[in-house]
């Protein structure tokens, strides 16, 4: 016996007599298995076409990139391109209908989306396809979570065509085969799984608004800083507070230096062969890809044999130095914590601060527009932009006492932590939904259907 409580559901006991077999194993008594094909009013791709001429204002044309990873269709009309009302009546089964699903077949495969009101008349490319349910047989609140679900997903990758593009036929995808409950249990599994939904909305939208007012926090501390009651300076009421620098309005009693001139030594990680040093265990390597602004990330790490680390001592980090990314994301910053103390890494530009300055404000400001932003404006027309350790060393930095540094980088901390914690509790209702949508997708876990 198997229960599930959360989220609204009723705990229900399902005992294995309630089960029979089928083509998908073992499902509840009383669910249907189906090829997909058989529960639709319409599946349908638009022909292959060549020359669309696009116009300035006409009817919105649906593109894959245009859905979103969370399943809804760009709002932003901007970004569409518009053909004529006599092109997208070349076809008529090309005009979507509020509640239309379309499905990415080619190239990224099984992107789904819901088409709403707003998008009434719209046409699809030739990469996308567009399905109807049959409302008598699949609701459509149903079919999202199913279309989405790692269960659909998992067979169209099976099912996918094993070429350089992968693509997906009408005929094929007809013929994948789904386990279909009766109606008011679809009805309840949607319910339960679209207050999930909405809890992830809610979070994904506060770490939005979180993030947007440390960005904006950001900039007030690093030009108007914190007075002696530890609140932001007001340059309207106390404008005899500020000077003018080489970066603008700063407080009276911060100076404005270079990265140079805070640091003890600013120096590049050896820029070595992989072949040559690398190893599967060891000492850590790190790389651009493991430097965030949150922190070093020890996803993917390569490593090196200790030997080849002592050789390559220039580049071995320490506790508290800055680390600043060279190319790909050029001016991330991040400082090294203790668990990474004697690690190497490459082509990383090294800031060793000197006892004037805080690492985790050195961080924050070569982080900052004010800091990197420096640099990658003047860098403006180039197609890759980078920081070279020149770059850094003469990069200007407002600079508040020591004292201050901390207590600016103490907010932040706390803003930080928010996000953080908010952050994890996304991945853990992410987690969750999934673990739902396989129990109850599958019939493994039933949901009362009685109010």
Not at 251 to 269: L, M, R, Y
Not at 297 to 322: C, H, W, Y
Not at 384 to 399: D, P, R, S, T, Y
Request: proline share 5%; with cysteine.
């Amino acid at each position: 016996m198997s229960f599930c409580r959360g989220w609204g559901m009723r705990e229900v006991l399902v005992k294995n007599e309630e089960f029979k077999d089928s083509p998908l194993g073992k499902i509840p008594k009383d669910w249907d298995v189906v090829n997909l094909g058989s529960v639709l009013t319409l599946l349908y791709r638009y022909p292959t076409y060549y020359g669309i001429k696009y116009v300035e204002k006409g009817v919105p044309e649906i593109r894959g990139e245009l859905i979103l990873d969370d399943g809804r269709l760009e709002e932003r009309f901007e970004l569409y391109r518009y053909v004529s009302e006599s092109t997208a009546n070349r076809f008529h089964k090309v005009k979507l209908e509020p509640g239309d699903f379309v499905m990415s077949v080619r190239g990224t495969m099984g992107k789904v989306s819901v088409v709403p009101d707003a998008l009434k008349g719209a046409v699809i490319t030739a990469n996308l396809i567009r399905i109807q349910f049959n409302q008598l047989l699949v609701l459509s609140q149903y079919a999202r979570h199913f279309l989405s679900s790692d269960i659909f997903q998992n067979q169209l990758d099976l099912e996918t065509s094993a070429t350089t593009i992968k693509t997906i036929q009408v005929p094929v995808l007809s013929s994948i085969i789904l386990r279909l409950p009766p109606i008011p249990e679809q009805q309840r599994i949607a319910e339960i799984l679209d207050t999930v939904d909405e809890a992830i909305a809610r979070t994904s939208s506060l770490i939005i608004k979180l993030k947007q007012t440390k960005a904006g926090l950001l900039q007030d501390l690093l030009t108007r800083g914190l007075d002696e009651n530890g609140k932001l300076r007001d340059p309207q009421a106390h404008p005899e507070h500020f000077k003018d620098s080489l970066l603008g309005k700063i407080p009276k009693d911060w100076e404005v230096g270079t990265c140079e001139s805070v640091c003890k030594e600013i120096v590049v990680g050896i820029v070595i062969r992989p072949s040559q040093y690398y190893k599967p265990s060891g000492v850590p390597v790190l790389r651009s890809a493991n430097v965030r602004e949150a922190g070093l990330d020890p996803s993917d790490l390569v490593f090196m044999s200790e030997q080849s680390n002592r050789i390559l001592a220039k580049s071995m980090i320490r506790t508290g130095d800055v680390l600043t990314v060279r190319t790909g994301y050029p001016g991330t910053s991040c400082v090294v914590s203790p668990d990474f103390d004697g690690a190497n890494c490459v082509d990383i530009i090294i800031s060793r601060p000197s006892a004037e300055i805080d690492s985790a404000f050195l961080a924050t400001w070569i982080n900052s527009d004010s800091g990197k932003g420096q640099v990658l404006r003047v860098q403006g027309g180039l197609a890759q932009q980078h920081f070279n350790v020149g770059e850094l060393q003469k990069l200007l930095i407002a600079k508040p006492s020591i004292e201050k540094q901390r207590a600016i980088q103490a907010i932040l901390d706390t803003h930080d932590t928010r996000i953080r914690a908010e952050e994890a509790y996304l991945n853990k209702l992410k987690l969750q939904k999934q673990g739902l949508m396989q129990d109850l997708l599958t019939g493994k876990v039933r949901v009362s259907t009685i109010r």
